[in-house]
């Protein structure tokens, strides 16, 4: 496992941007691990924002973020990125990264075994 810490998180109106950051530390070669950004909203479940394999080769976004956000890593960093632009008020959550050793196809949080603490982004219309 990996210990993982997120940042960037605000409040901003529609229509901004925002990136998110997921630095890592701990055991392990970073990037074997595929890492994922998550969202949960008040009273709603945890919901797969995008996902990129440990080299960076791939990448899987939500059909409701495609075209507005963009999942990166800088390995040499052990940190993973989400950058938000055309922010929307659906969008207000709690984003959390994830990271596991298994494929970017992976969207179930169930299978994610090394999570961070949460960063809230709010988004005003």
């Known amino acids: 496992q990996v210990q993982l810490v997120e940042s960037g998180g605000g409040l901003v109106q529609a229509g901004a941007s925002l990136k998110l950051s997921c630095a890592a530390s701990?055991?392990?070669?970073?990037?074997?691990?595929?890492v994922a950004w998550f969202r949960q909203a008040p009273g709603r479940e945890r919901e797969i924002v995008a996902t990129?394999?440990?080299?960076?080769?791939?990448?899987y976004y939500a059909d409701s973020v495609k075209g507005r956000f963009t999942i990166s890593r800088d390995n040499s960093k052990n940190t993973v990125y989400l950058q938000m632009t055309g922010l929307k008020p659906e969008d207000t959550a709690v984003f959390y990264c994830?990271?596991?050793?298994?494929?970017?196809?992976?969207?179930?949080?169930?299978?994610?075994?090394?999570w961070g603490q949460g960063t809230q982004v709010t988004v005003s219309s």
């Open positions: 994830a990271a596991a050793r298994i494929f970017y196809q992976n969207v179930d949080p169930r299978e994610y075994d090394s």
């Open positions: 990129i394999s440990g080299t960076a080769l791939y990448t």
């Open positions: 701990g055991r392990g070669v970073f990037s074997g691990y595929t």
